[in-house]
Antibody, heavy 116, light 107 residues
Framework: QVQLKESGPGLVQPSQTLSLTCTVS????????VSWIRQPPGKGLEWMGV???????DYNSAIKSRLSISRDTSKSQVFLKMNSLQTEDTAMYFC??????????WGQGVMVTVSS | DIQLTQSPSSMSASLGDRVSLTCQSS??????LSWYQHKPGKPPKPMIY???NLADGVPSRFSGSRSGSDYSLTISSLESEDTAIYYC?????????FGGGTKLELK
């Protein structure tokens, strides 16, 4: 069955770079697209960006200058890198697959805290 | 960016009630709207896609509708397991944007 799992550091210092990995199983990244979505504590959801099945990407313009999404199809992994982190980037980060809905399968999420 | 305004921001209803949640778009998005149910400690669950289509495994008491730029998620008979925060999402134009959510509680 389709599964996604996020991994990465729970704590990042301000101004540093966040690196997260989404490891997928039960699907091929060459025929599926994966998005990253985040949710700050007590706030709503924010779509960050997507890597399409052809390897192309689209990003939320609000964070585009700081964000990069890439993948390693041989390892079934999608990567998120975001630089210049601030406390406002403290959030639960999710990866999700695009199916009939923009996000039909989700990972459980990884909590990232930006703090010194 | 397209703004989605959800109303009400929170509500309470009784078991068996018919409940309707609304999402209004700031500009035309056609039917490119989906709904998600979010419970604490879990990832959001897709409920409706393309405005009116039920996602896999979603009970038939849920339905989606559209009237112009207003979109609704309706629960025909509220059950206790339906308490959650519901978010709408537009995926017509980048950046894809979520509404602010409606928190649905039992009365």
């Amino acid at each position: 069955q389709v599964q996604l799992k996020e991994s990465g550091p729970g704590l990042v210092q301000p101004s540093q770079t966040l690196s997260l990995t989404c490891t997928v199983s039960g699907l091929s990244l060459t025929s599926n697209s994966v998005s990253w979505i985040r949710q700050p504590p007590g706030k709503g959801l924010e779509w960050m960006g997507v890597i399409w099945s052809n390897g192309g990407t689209d990003y939320n313009s609000a964070i585009k200058s700081r964000l990069s999404i890439s993948r390693d199809t041989s390892k079934s992994q999608v990567f998120l890198k975001m630089n210049s982190l601030q406390t406002e980037d403290t959030a639960m980060y999710f990866c999700a697959r695009k199916g009939n809905t923009p996000f039909d399968y989700w990972g459980q999420g990884v909590m990232v805290t930006v703090s010194s | 960016d397209i703004q989605l305004t959800q109303s009400p921001s929170s509500m309470s209803a009784s078991l068996g009630d018919r409940v309707s949640l609304t999402c209004q778009s700031s500009q035309g998005i056609g039917n490119y709207l989906s709904w998600y149910q979010h419970k604490p400690g879990k990832p959001p669950k897709p409920m409706i896609y393309y405005a009116t289509n039920l996602a896999d495994g979603v009970p038939s008491r849920f339905s989606g509708s559209r009237s112009g730029s207003d979109y609704s998620l309706t629960i025909s008979s509220l059950e206790s397991e339906d308490t959650a925060i519901y978010y709408c999402l537009q995926y017509d134009e980048y950046p894809w944007t979520f509404g602010g959510g409606t928190k649905l509680e039992l009365k």
